[in-house]
């Protein structure tokens, strides 16, 4: 079949004759050009390898739902960068900053692996940025008075040792989900001189792999006395639970398992916080296990700790990304953790 090329100028005609004919030395044709589609599915199935299941359920489902209604039919060779920012300015109506991350991280891996097999010549996509989409639900944090009756009402509650050590550390619910006993020191040193307290080492996490968020994120945390309190009963709990479940316990070494050892999901946090936040006299459909993170920068920042030991506390790189993720649970102006924890929280029980 012969192909020809037209254009509203004779530069514009010879530019893609010139583009065809590369076509056909690349041995590229109409037939084998392939789709968005086709690119996306291909990633799907062969660009995912090593992969969490979860990861790949999720970005398939992004897949379906926000990628391929759109951009599927076209062919890669002519997705221009103008398709995609249109594409990504629409989708910015109804989704987050974040989710318009992912898509397009997704579409450029998927066009990225067309293009090392030289089916697409380049990656349009990496010509394009992310727009700012729309509002999430914003993040809250517990004030002083909540905190309390929440560590209050959740005394003898199977999640109390994890509500307190993570609304009293600041410790990401990915980090503790992964903490294991070997990680954990209930006595410390105090022999020494110093004397080194309990802590906990926050080094592992649920995540691909299991790395912490960043490297600054591996971490080794003082344990204010509420914390060493209530994971000293939550060991003796575990320790009963195992031997119920006798052969039928999975050994692990978690703090925070399920009834036979196994690792617990984020369903599992949510739903026993929830459960503790309605006895706190808080809605609870409006709190979420992260929120505690929140609440810890919040009454640090509300105790006069400066904002560079904040960060180093709950693991950022620096104190932009603090400000940045954490701008609504910082004082205006600010004026390092077990000690302040101890103060806030001390008192009779």
Known sequence: MTRTAAGRTKTEAKNKLKQLLRDKDDGITESTQPTVADALEEWLRFGLSGRSAHTVTTCSILTKKHILPELGPRKLQALTADDVDRWLAKKSLILSTATLQRLLSILRRAIAREQARDRVRRNVAMLCGVPTGATGRPSKSLNLEQSRALLDVSKGAPAHAYIVLSLLTGARTEELRALTWAHVDLIGRPDDDPPTPPSIELWRSVREGGDTKTRQSRRTLSLPHLCVEALTRHQQSHNEARDRAGD???????????????????????????????????DPTAWTPRELRHSFVSLMSDAGVPLENIARLVGHRNTTVTELVYRKQLRPVMTEGAETMNRLFSGPG
Do not use: C, Q
């Not at 692990?252 to 999901?265: E, K, Q």
């Open 248 to 282: 039928r316990w999975v050994e692990n070494d978690l703090v925070f398992s399920t009834a036979l050892g196994g690792r617990m999901d984020a369903a599992n946090i949510r739903r026993a916080l929830r459960t503790v936040a309605k006895k706190a006299g808080l």
